[in-house]
């Protein structure tokens, strides 16, 4: 009798078409998940290696990014690209402006004026 494969999935997936950033390379995801990403992409990368990229979100509130870092699980060939798996250890979500520029902003708003005698 044989035994069927476990399903390692935890969470679920949701087939997406966003940017990746990989510093100077670029790519595109396939599906993404809470745990995970799949993404495709011309740079070469190696199973078990850590990776850091930022994947570009369009919300209805703005552009916004989510700095990703993870272990890459899989690496496939597809029609001359690689897809690559990685598992998040650490995904924040920030906005597309920069921070010195959003800091400055509450700062300014923070201190009322002072009236001049």
């Not at 209805?60 to 060939?77: L, Q």
């Amino acid at each position: 009798m044989k035994r069927r494969p476990r399903y390692k999935r935890r969470e679920r997936r949701l087939g997406a078409a966003l940017a990746v950033n990989l510093g100077s390379r670029s790519g595109v995801t396939h599906d993404l998940s809470a745990s995970g990403v799949f993404f495709e992409t011309e740079a070469a990368y190696h199973k078990g290696n850590r990776i850091h990229f930022e994947i570009n979100l369009d919300t209805p509130w703005g552009k916004a990014v989510c700095d990703c870092d993870g272990k890459i699980v899989r690496v496939e060939r597809r029609d001359g690209s690689l897809g690559i798996a990685v598992q998040f250890s650490e995904a924040k979500p920030r906005s597309k402006k920069p921070r010195a520029k959003v800091r400055a902003a509450r700062i300014r708003r923070a201190k009322p004026r002072r009236r001049k005698r």
